[in-house]
């Protein structure tokens, strides 16, 4: 079954304004962390944010927030002030500590691309 | 990332050929990960190991191994290539206070 369902193959915002990008997720383990990665077109990833799920607060990082709803199971990432920069491929995450603690998994992506 | 170094960083192969991926770290984290990424896929766990000597699978580990001899590399081998093991792979490495991984570079593999 899909760990993480990211239902955005492409994404197109202007520069300036905000956007959001869908991450849902399943488990059945109490603890677990979500995570937010970009990959521009170089191919590196970058780590963006991350959510633990006893945490009560959402995450911020800057210009990116992820607004966690807990009883929906899901995990989104927003980002403020949209620049150029901004256009890549992102990836949401999840550690899931059921087995042996230390299994990630990764939804297929959301492209986004800003447009001037 | 400067931290963790892969290599090769492109490689093809004919099928039925063996080749070992190399990741090496310079930050003294004790995790390390071996991830694929193929088109519309997002990155699947391989294997990773918690620590120096310990090995686990992830979600995809058929037809590879895995080696992690001390603290700084952990190798990804593949025995007898498969068309269907053309992929990207990444290494990624995690310090055990925290839970984000630090990604290496990729290496490009293609199965012919």
């Known amino acids: 079954a899909q760990k993480i369902t990211q239902t955005q193959p492409g994404m197109f915002v202007q520069e300036k304004e905000a956007v959001t990008l869908d991450c849902t997720y399943d488990?059945?383990?109490?603890?677990?962390?979500l995570f937010w990665y970009k990959q521009p077109s170089s191919g590196e990833m970058i780590f963006l944010i991350y959510?633990?799920?006893?945490?009560?607060q959402n995450a911020t990082e800057g210009r990116y927030s992820l607004n966690f709803q807990k009883a929906r199971k899901s995990a989104n990432l927003v980002i403020s002030a949209s620049q150029l920069g901004d256009s890549a491929m992102y990836f949401c995450?999840?550690?899931?500590?059921?087995?042996?603690?230390?299994?990630?998994?990764f939804g297929t992506g959301t492209s986004l691309t800003v447009i001037p | 990332n400067a931290g963790v170094t892969q290599t090769p960083k492109f490689q093809v192969l004919k099928t039925g050929q063996s080749m070992t991926l190399q990741c090496a770290q310079d930050m003294n984290h004790n995790s390390m990960y071996w991830y694929r990424q193929d088109p519309g896929m997002g990155l699947r766990l391989i294997y990773y190991s918690a620590s120096e000597g310990t090995t686990d699978k992830g979600e995809v580990p058929n037809g590879y191994n895995v080696s992690r001899l001390n603290k700084r590399e952990f190798s990804l081998r593949l025995e007898s290539a498969a068309p269907s093991q053309t992929s990207v792979y990444f290494c990624a490495i995690r310090k055990i206070s925290s839970y984000e991984q630090y990604f290496g570079p990729g290496t490009r593999l293609t199965v012919t």
């Open positions: 488990t059945s383990d109490q603890s677990y962390g």
């Open positions: 959510q633990g799920s006893y945490d009560e």
């Open positions: 995450a999840m550690r899931d500590p059921s087995n042996t603690g230390n299994q990630f998994y």
